[in-house]
Structures are given as C-alpha cells and as structure tokens.
C-alpha cells in the first residue's frame, strides 16, 4: 500500500510538471514597425518604407495601420501592396495620415509569423527630421490593430512595442512637428498575453493544483 501511495504521488508530480510546461513558454507579442527605421535623404528625392507586420506567436486574419507622418517634410506618392495578406487596401487621402488594411480572403485561413503589410514611397520636402508613427492606443479599436483568428477577433497588438521611422532630411537641422501616436489612456501596457488570458492562465492551474491536492488527501 505504502509502495502504491509513493507511485501515485510521483505520478501526480509529473503530470503537474507537464501541465505547467507549456506556460513557461515566452509569448510574443504582435506588433508594427518599419523598416529601414532610420532614413538618410535630401529633399526632392523619394524612398520607401516597408511597414513590417509581426504576428508574434498567435494566428492572425486581418491588420489595421494608421500611419502618421509630418506633412510638412513627407509627402506620400504611393503604396505598393506587400506579400503578407492576399487582400490591401489603403487611403493616403487625408495629408499626414495613412491608412493600410491586409486580410485574408478566406475565413477559415490565417496567417502566421511576419511579412510585409505595404511599402509607401514617400517623397522628402525640405531639410529636416521627420519622424513616421502608428496611430496605436492599446485598447482601442478605431486606430492601428491586429486581429487574433478567434471567435471575438481580438485585438492584440502590443502599442507600446510598435516600431517608428526616422528620416534625416538634407543636414537634418530641427525637427519638424512630431506625429506621435496617441498614448494609452491605461497608462502603461497590458500585459503581453492579455489580461483575459492570464486570468485564464493562472486560474486553470490552480483549478488542477486543488484537484491534485484533493487526490492526494485520499491517497495519504
């Protein structure tokens, strides 16, 4: 009997060890940036600008990018669609802003890992420092989002952890209005899972740990 209990117990140690495996694992976070990050030019010449979608470690369905730049230095010319998505479209009608949009064609398709949404070919105006933005408050859905293949089409892009461009102009000299995106009214990240899925993360393995101990309890 006392062979059987320390089998048991050994048994249940394992497959603790197993469920909680997996939630060691880092999940990265979905995010935009651009790329190059930093330009060098002069006025009156063009350059493009690959806006880069990471889909972290999740399934993704469509993408969302408002881009804001500084009308005063910047002026876009075109956008040429990216290999990511099947499906753009794009809106480069109000100055110093950009909107780019990538899905996939087929509902029950997603994509995985990272690509290029876009590029836009932006021409310089005069010497300076523009500085190229998402438009991203976490949280929000009017603005930047990238959308998790699920049942609510969550939005899970990490804001903070989005990328910008810098583009020196000329000698550079002062820097133009700066189009910042908006900030966060939480004030600070949320965490890189979401919260629902930490509340789900923590509350299910402590669902298991009591239903252990209660097993336990019987054996002993």
Do not use: H, W
């Not at 002069?42 to 993704?60: K, Y």
């Not at 930047?144 to 810098?166: E, P, W, Y």
């Amino acid at each position: 009997m006392i062979i059987m209990k320390k089998v048991i117990i050994k048994l249940l140690l394992i497959l603790s060890f197993l469920f909680f495996l997996p939630l060691t694992v880092n999940v990265l976070a979905a995010t935009l940036e651009f790329n190059p990050a930093t330009i060098t030019t002069s006025a009156g010449q063009s350059f493009d600008l690959n806006i880069v979608i990471n889909a972290g470690s999740d399934q993704i369905t469509s993408v969302d990018a408002f881009i804001v730049y500084d009308a005063n230095l910047l002026e876009v010319v075109s956008v040429t669609d990216g290999t990511f998505f099947p499906t753009i479209s794009k809106d480069t009608s109000v100055t110093g802003k950009a909107y780019i949009a990538g899905m996939v064609n087929d509902p029950a398709t997603y994509k995985t890992g990272s690509g290029t949404l876009a590029s836009i070919r932006f021409t310089a105006k005069a010497n300076g420092v523009a500085n190229v933005t998402f438009d991203c408050a976490q949280g929000l859905t009017t603005d930047s989002n990238i959308t998790k293949n699920d049942l609510n089409a969550t939005d899970i892009i990490q804001c903070a952890s989005n990328g910008s461009a810098s583009v020196v102009i000329g000698t550079g000299g002062a820097t133009g209005p700066t189009a910042t995106p908006r900030a966060s009214s939480a004030g600070s990240t949320l965490p890189r899972s979401g919260i629902f899925d930490n509340v789900v993360k923590y509350s299910i393995p402590g669902a298991v740990l009591l239903f252990l101990g209660g097993v336990a309890k019987l054996i002993l």
